[in-house]
Nanobody, 121 residues
Framework: QVQLVESGGGLVQAGGSRRLSCAMSTSRFRIYDVGWYRQAPGKQRELVAA???????NYADSVKGRFTVSRDSAKNTMYLQMNSLKPEDTAVFYC???????????????WGQGTQVTVSS
């Protein structure tokens, strides 16, 4: 079982910063890759940033240099630090976890409930 609880969303002015958190609660599940996705109104969900099990990071071109993804294994929490926010960053942000379920013996992925980030101009 995996539970993901996101926090940190809200309203921010353009140029401002915001940090999203995703607390990961797992049982008999080995986490491999973690990441953040977002979905703007009328658009498909897209990858924002991710960290592989090896520690390598991957960012969407639109957020490179502005967003930083990190993971604190001791706290079982991942973060998305967002700087220099733009109105086009407005979206619902979701955390995602990919891993291996030791009970079902299969790979699975899980999503958080989403947190709204609104950037005003």
């Amino acid at each position: 079982q995996v539970q993901l609880v996101e926090s940190g969303g809200g309203l921010v002015q353009a140029g401002g910063s915001r940090r999203l958190s995703c607390a990961m609660s797992t049982s008999r599940f080995r986490i491999y890759d973690v990441g953040w996705y977002r979905q703007a109104p009328g658009k498909q969900r897209e990858l924002v940033a991710a960290i592989s099990s090896g520690g390598s990071t991957n960012y969407a071109d639109s957020v490179k240099g502005r967003f930083t993804v990190s993971r604190d294994s001791a706290k079982n929490t991942m973060y998305l630090q967002m700087n220099s926010l733009k109105p086009e960053d407005t979206a619902v942000f979701y955390c995602n976890v990919k891993g291996y379920n030791r009970v079902n013996m299969r790979s699975e992925d899980y999503w958080g409930q989403g947190t709204q980030v609104t950037v005003s101009s």
